[in-house]
DNA sequence: CTCATTTCGTTAGGTACCAAACAAATATGT
DNA sequence: ACATATTTGTTTGGTACCTAACGAAATGAG
């Protein structure tokens, strides 16, 4: 962010996701994973095959973003993209083999959410988190509105 | 951000850049103008001429990501980017008239900043800031040691 | 049943970000 | 002076994000 926000909550949101964004990039990049992927994988291996369209939503990402970072994972060969029988528009997402392997020597990742948060006062925490709630959802409103 | 962290800093932070960032870009689109070439051009217009090196530490970027955007910007006719007399590697940047022209006619951002935070407790944002701050300043130490 | 609508995934085109490697210009150390 | 850094900007290749537009499949309303 610019010089006029250095000090606003803006900011700071950003230089805070990037820098996690990075220390996580940095810590797969030796396995050729990035971020993003990371969360695919770690969906599939924690709860099992997921539907494309549920993980929209899970992730939180475009239908479109989605769709190129499977592209890579399966790319890979570490995901198989498969037709779910009833519903033919709909796919299914697995980890294939290889997939179940590399997620089994993948790092821990918790200690960038502990290297970040951790000593510091859970009210504060509490007091972040809902600031950002509140400006997010403004934001979104306000984003809303012009599309209806 | 994923399910596991739907209540998290992280999680939040992501979700306040990136809603702040479409609402921008959003208000941009018609005037053909990205949020980073926003940036830009708010610098040169409210600081004049620039040197590209300053730029990058002003406004927190990458030199190579900086070199993009301001390949755009000179692209798009807005920006002058010429080697400054002394130091032939460096070069400084400024507006041409269609980028002054432009600038006038862009509407005032500052409404976004405003629907975000405007009625917060002040004392709340401090310990918001003071937080991201903090967890961003860990994660950029981390960062730091591995490449050293 | 049929036509219109909605849902799901992809493609195309664009922005913004990064790391690594390069070239040119300048600065530094001996 | 001269060889070795360091600084500055670019290029290349990759990730992650978006919108808009498209096609195929399913759903709904008449």
Same mark, same amino acid.
């Given at each position: 962010?610019?010089?006029?926000?250095?000090?606003?909550?803006?900011?700071?949101?950003?230089?805070?996701?990037?820098?996690?964004?990075?220390?996580?990039?940095?810590?797969?990049?030796?396995?050729?994973?990035?971020?993003?992927?990371?969360?695919?994988?770690?969906?599939?291996?924690?709860?099992?095959?997921?539907?494309?369209?549920?993980?929209?939503?899970?992730?939180?990402?475009?239908? $479109?973003?989605?769709?190129?970072?499977? %592209?890579? =994972?399966?790319?890979?060969?570490? +995901?198989? #993209?498969? &037709?779910? /029988?009833?519903?033919?528009?709909?796919?299914?997402?697995?980890?294939?083999?290889?997939?179940?392997?590399?997620?089994?020597?993948?790092?821990?990742?918790?200690?960038?959410?502990?290297? $970040?948060?951790?000593?510091?006062?859970? %009210?504060? =925490?509490?007091?972040?988190?809902? +600031?950002? #709630?509140? &400006?997010? /959802?403004?934001?979104?409103?306000?984003?809303?509105?012009?599309?209806?």
């Amino acid at each position: 962010m610019s010089g006029t926000e250095v000090s606003s909550v803006s900011g700071w949101a950003k230089r805070c996701f990037f820098a996690g964004r990075a220390l996580m990039d940095k810590t797969l990049r030796p396995h050729d994973l990035g971020s993003t992927q990371w969360y695919v994988l770690w969906q599939l291996a924690t709860n099992g095959p997921t539907a494309q369209r549920d993980l929209v939503r899970i992730l939180d990402l475009e239908r $479109a973003t989605l769709s190129g970072v499977v %592209a890579t =994972l399966v790319r890979k060969g570490l +995901v198989d #993209q498969s &037709a779910s /029988g009833k519903d033919q528009r709909q796919r299914t997402l697995q980890l294939t083999e290889a997939g179940k392997k590399l997620w089994s020597e993948l790092p821990d990742l918790h200690f960038i959410q502990d290297a $970040a948060f951790s000593g510091i006062d859970p %009210a504060d =925490l509490a007091i972040a988190i809902r +600031v950002l #709630q509140t &400006a997010t /959802g403004r934001l979104q409103d306000l984003l809303g509105k012009g599309t209806e």
